[in-house]
Protein backbone atom coordinates (compact mmCIF):
# COMPACT_ATOMS: atom_id res chain seq x y z
CA UNK A 1 0.00 0.00 0.00
CA UNK A 2 1.37 3.66 -0.57
CA UNK A 3 1.34 5.97 2.10
CA UNK A 4 -0.97 9.39 1.59
CA UNK A 5 -0.69 11.93 3.78
CA UNK A 6 -4.76 13.33 4.06
CA UNK A 7 -4.98 16.88 5.31
CA UNK A 8 -8.69 19.29 3.66
CA UNK A 9 -8.62 22.80 4.34
CA UNK A 10 -12.40 23.49 5.11
CA UNK A 11 -13.94 26.43 3.43
CA UNK A 12 -14.21 29.78 5.62
CA UNK A 13 -17.94 29.84 5.22
CA UNK A 14 -18.20 27.25 8.43
CA UNK A 15 -15.83 29.45 10.21
CA UNK A 16 -17.17 29.40 13.73
CA UNK A 17 -19.73 26.59 14.02
CA UNK A 18 -17.52 23.52 15.17
CA UNK A 19 -20.53 21.34 14.63
CA UNK A 20 -21.22 22.16 10.67
CA UNK A 21 -16.85 21.82 10.33
CA UNK A 22 -17.09 18.64 12.36
CA UNK A 23 -19.42 17.01 10.35
CA UNK A 24 -18.13 18.57 6.98
CA UNK A 25 -14.50 16.83 8.00
CA UNK A 26 -16.25 14.36 8.51
CA UNK A 27 -18.08 13.57 5.64
CA UNK A 28 -14.73 14.86 3.64
CA UNK A 29 -12.78 11.89 5.71
CA UNK A 30 -15.78 9.53 4.25
CA UNK A 31 -14.66 10.77 0.88
CA UNK A 32 -11.52 10.23 1.26
CA UNK A 33 -10.83 6.74 2.84
CA UNK A 34 -13.44 6.07 0.74
CA UNK A 35 -10.72 7.03 -2.26
CA UNK A 36 -7.88 5.17 -0.52
CA UNK A 37 -9.49 2.35 -0.08
CA UNK A 38 -10.09 2.33 -4.06
CA UNK A 39 -6.88 2.87 -4.90
CA UNK A 40 -4.93 0.93 -2.36
CA UNK A 41 -3.36 3.71 -0.22
CA UNK A 42 -2.91 3.90 3.36
CA UNK A 43 -3.49 7.14 5.03
CA UNK A 44 -1.67 9.02 7.37
CA UNK A 45 -1.74 11.96 9.53
CA UNK A 46 -5.21 12.81 8.64
CA UNK A 47 -6.19 16.39 9.86
CA UNK A 48 -7.98 19.56 8.67
CA UNK A 49 -8.60 23.23 9.43
CA UNK A 50 -11.13 25.62 8.18
CA UNK A 51 -8.57 28.84 9.01
CA UNK A 52 -5.02 29.83 10.11
CA UNK A 53 -6.06 33.23 11.14
CA UNK A 54 -5.39 32.47 15.03
CA UNK A 55 -2.18 30.81 15.38
CA UNK A 56 1.06 29.36 13.49
CA UNK A 57 0.73 27.69 10.23
CA UNK A 58 3.65 25.39 10.69
CA UNK A 59 1.86 23.24 14.08
CA UNK A 60 -0.24 22.55 11.08
CA UNK A 61 2.05 21.70 8.44
CA UNK A 62 4.78 19.79 11.49
CA UNK A 63 3.48 16.46 10.97
CA UNK A 64 3.52 16.48 6.54
CA UNK A 65 6.83 14.99 5.58
CA UNK A 66 9.04 16.27 3.16
CA UNK A 67 8.03 15.23 -0.46
CA UNK A 68 5.49 13.34 0.72
CA UNK A 69 1.98 13.09 -1.36
CA UNK A 70 -1.35 14.98 0.35
CA UNK A 71 -4.59 13.78 -0.59
CA UNK A 72 -6.84 16.84 -0.73
CA UNK A 73 -10.27 17.15 -1.54
CA UNK A 74 -10.32 19.86 -4.27
CA UNK A 75 -7.57 23.06 -4.94
CA UNK A 76 -10.31 25.55 -5.17
CA UNK A 77 -9.97 25.45 -1.29
CA UNK A 78 -6.42 26.38 -0.90
CA UNK A 79 -6.70 29.57 -2.19
CA UNK A 80 -4.79 30.97 0.61
CA UNK A 81 -0.70 31.87 -0.43
CA UNK A 82 0.21 31.48 2.89
CA UNK A 83 -0.88 27.84 3.19
CA UNK A 84 0.43 27.42 -0.40
CA UNK A 85 4.06 28.92 0.83
CA UNK A 86 3.75 25.90 3.53
CA UNK A 87 3.02 23.53 1.03
CA UNK A 88 5.45 24.16 -1.37
CA UNK A 89 8.56 24.64 1.36
CA UNK A 90 7.56 21.02 1.71
CA UNK A 91 7.66 20.13 -1.13
CA UNK A 92 4.47 18.12 -1.40
CA UNK A 93 2.74 16.92 -4.17
CA UNK A 94 -1.42 17.53 -3.83
CA UNK A 95 -3.23 14.36 -5.29
CA UNK A 96 -6.58 16.10 -6.05
CA UNK A 97 -9.62 13.10 -5.32
CA UNK A 98 -11.92 15.14 -7.94
CA UNK A 99 -10.55 13.65 -11.21
CA UNK A 100 -7.28 11.89 -9.60
CA UNK A 101 -4.55 13.98 -10.47
CA UNK A 102 -1.17 15.47 -8.90
CA UNK A 103 -0.24 19.12 -8.98
CA UNK A 104 2.53 20.56 -6.75
CA UNK A 105 1.38 23.54 -4.73
CA UNK A 106 3.40 26.51 -6.54
CA UNK A 107 1.74 25.35 -10.01
CA UNK A 108 -1.59 25.63 -7.98
CA UNK A 109 -0.35 29.14 -6.88
CA UNK A 110 0.45 30.18 -10.04
CA UNK A 111 -3.16 29.11 -11.80
CA UNK A 112 -4.34 31.12 -8.37
CA UNK A 113 -2.50 34.32 -9.38
CA UNK A 114 -3.30 33.83 -12.73
CA UNK A 115 -7.28 34.36 -12.28
CA UNK A 116 -6.60 36.90 -9.52
CA UNK A 117 -5.81 39.18 -12.12
CA UNK A 118 -9.23 38.84 -13.63
CA UNK A 119 -10.83 38.41 -10.63
CA UNK A 120 -11.82 41.82 -10.59
CA UNK A 121 -14.28 41.34 -13.64
CA UNK A 122 -14.71 37.69 -13.81
CA UNK A 123 -15.60 37.32 -10.03
CA UNK A 124 -16.60 40.18 -8.25
CA UNK A 125 -18.27 38.54 -5.53
CA UNK A 126 -14.68 36.60 -4.51
CA UNK A 127 -13.05 39.61 -4.35
CA UNK A 128 -13.45 40.33 -0.87
CA UNK A 129 -11.92 36.90 -0.28
CA UNK A 130 -8.81 37.53 -2.07
CA UNK A 131 -8.20 40.76 -0.48
CA UNK A 132 -8.33 38.61 3.16
CA UNK A 133 -6.19 36.08 1.60
CA UNK A 134 -3.97 38.35 0.56
CA UNK A 135 -4.02 37.08 -2.86
CA UNK A 136 -5.42 40.85 -4.22
CA UNK A 137 -4.01 44.17 -2.31
CA UNK A 138 -6.27 46.67 -1.24
CA UNK A 139 -6.20 48.24 -4.12
CA UNK A 140 -7.23 45.43 -6.07
CA UNK A 141 -3.59 44.94 -7.48
CA UNK A 142 -2.32 41.28 -7.40
CA UNK A 143 -0.21 40.65 -4.70
CA UNK A 144 3.28 39.57 -5.60
CA UNK A 145 4.62 37.20 -3.22
Keep these: MENETFFTLLPESIKGNRVEANMEFLMYATIAFGFADK ?74 IEEAKTATVKFPNAVDYLIKTEVLTAERKVNSI
Design 39 to 112: HNLNLKNACGVSTFENGSLEKYFSKLKRKSTVLIISPALAANPKILNSFIRKDVTFRVIEGDYLIKPKLLKELW
